[in-house]
């Protein structure tokens, strides 16, 4: 549950906060800030823990997997990990 806390935050900022979030990144990696920040435009919007039904039977119909998404995924531990404290 810690681990998926800390992914929604570390999304949080960077949907928030795109110039910290950059600040970070130049701070730990090489590389262009302005070609990041472009990166990070592409891709922030659609930056989610959330995972839906469509989700899994997706990845289950990748990976050939026969089955009911529900029996593979069950949404409480996910609304425990991401609630507001």
């Known amino acids: 549950m810690r681990f998926i ?3 929604a935050k570390s999304m949080q900022l960077i949907k928030g906060n795109r110039d910290k979030a950059i600040q970070l990144v130049t701070a ?3 590389g262009d800030p302005e070609m ?3 990166a990070l435009g592409y891709f922030a919007q ?3 823990v959330a995972i839906e039904r469509e989700n899994i039977a997706a ?3 990748a990976l050939g997997i026969k089955g009911d ?3 593979f995924f069950e949404r409480s531990y996910l609304a425990r ?3 507001t404290p």
Do not use: I
Request: proline share 5%; aromatic share 0%.
């Open 5 to 7: 806390r800390a992914l």
């Open 28 to 30: 730990k990696l090489r």
């Open 36 to 38: 990041q920040r472009r």
């Open 46 to 48: 659609d930056l989610d």
């Open 59 to 61: 990845l289950l119909g």
């Open 69 to 71: 998404p529900e029996h």
């Open 81 to 83: 990990a991401t609630a």
